[in-house]
């Protein structure tokens, strides 16, 4: 099958050959597969990634050195299955699943793996516990965008959020866009939005953001206080700090950089007792100043993935259109077009969510 490999800090189109299912697995056809920013950050730090899974005992496990396909935001076409299924979807079926195998003695992560070649490659073997059918004529790009979208609502989940907050999402990539949403079909708001590049301030706009801001212009702190705090409230008195005086509505922060610095930056700037949800995969090692939050009583919850329920009731609320994820897709490109996709984002201006077929 062609598919594109990352080998040696390339990203090259290959034929390679094609999986084959085993117990409980299903052979699939990629329809459409997103490119996530943690693969980016897995193909430019690889080696520190895989170590801290390790030491964190996480089992994402490959040889980047045998070659890997990444991939694991995708829609797919069912074509055959292997020995001891049940067989319930007919071959030809579209279907979404999240993207681990279960094997007797360890778990797959499929696109994180050299056995389970992701969605970057013409042909995938998933769990066919995992599969579930995508409702009605939902395009396949859209449907592709469970997976982040999913990763969005279940950070809004970890949140615990009671209406009544302010949420400030710190980067407007395709996760932080994906918050706006989540947040925005939940009915919290005002929503404020932050990030340096005009073109994705512009979709931030288009998935419903309330307060749009250049931080390179305006603290989007500022703007938070704009909009939910007292006009005689001062944030960094000793007031504030000791939670004496005027009270401001609760800040909720989702960082969704990924980057080193920013969950400092933060603490840093932050208001006093803010909670802080880190969504945005950092893969390098980052430092912090605990007496900062532990003096303004910061509370940090960091997010990851989504149970199986959030990922199903995303698809089939993506399908019932009651998240419109659209616009998150900013291009579509074959699979020779994703090392340049790639180089692109790295430095996004315009782009968000580019999205891969095989047509």
């Not at 940090?300 to 989504?306: G, N, Q």
Request: glycine letters at 8%; charged letters at 20%; proline letters at 9%.
């Amino acid at each position: 099958m062609k598919a594109v490999v990352m080998r040696n800090e390339s990203l090259q189109v290959e034929q390679v050959r094609d999986p084959e299912p085993g117990p409980g697995e299903v052979l699939v056809r990629t329809l459409a597969c997103g490119i996530c920013g943690s693969d980016l950050h897995m193909y430019k730090h690889c080696d520190h990634a895989l170590e801290s899974f390790k030491r964190g005992n996480i089992p994402i496990s490959f040889d980047p050195a045998k070659g890997v396909v990444f991939g694991h935001e995708y829609c797919a076409e069912i074509l055959d299955y292997g020995p001891g299924t049940e067989r319930k979807l007919q071959p030809g079926t579209r279907v979404c699943s999240i993207p681990l195998v279960f094997k007797p003695d360890t778990l797959e992560s499929v696109g994180y793996s050299n056995s389970y070649p992701g969605g970057y490659g013409e042909r995938m073997v998933l769990s066919e516990m995992m599969l579930i059918p995508v409702p009605g004529d939902l395009p396949s790009n859209i449907a592709a965008l469970t997976e982040p979208m999913a990763i969005a609502v279940h950070a809004v989940g970890r949140a615990q959020l009671q209406g009544d907050e302010v949420p400030m999402v710190i980067g407007c990539g395709p996760i932080g866009l994906a918050m706006i949403l989540a947040l925005k079909a939940r009915g919290i708001g005002p929503v404020i939005a932050s990030d340096f590049s005009a073109g994705r301030r512009a979709l931030a706009e288009k998935m419903g953001a309330d307060i749009v801001v250049d931080p390179a212009a305006r603290s989007p702190y500022q703007s938070w206080l704009d909009v939910a705090a007292p006009r005689d409230y001062d944030m960094n008195s000793p007031l504030a700090i000791m939670g004496l005086g005027p009270a401001p509505k609760p800040c909720v922060i989702f960082e969704c950089v990924g980057v080193p610095g920013i969950i400092q930056q933060v603490l840093a700037s932050a208001p006093p007792r803010s909670r802080l949800i880190v969504v945005g995969v950092c893969m390098q090692a980052d430092t912090i100043e605990p007496l900062i939050g532990i003096s303004k009583e910061m509370n940090v919850h960091f997010a990851y993935a989504y149970s199986a329920e959030e990922f199903c009731q995303t698809l089939t609320d993506l399908a019932e259109g009651k998240l419109d994820a659209s616009p998150i897709i900013t291009s579509v490109v074959q699979p020779e077009g994703v090392s340049q996709a790639f180089e692109t984002l790295a430095k996004p201006e315009d782009e968000a969510k580019i999205m891969i077929n095989f047509d």
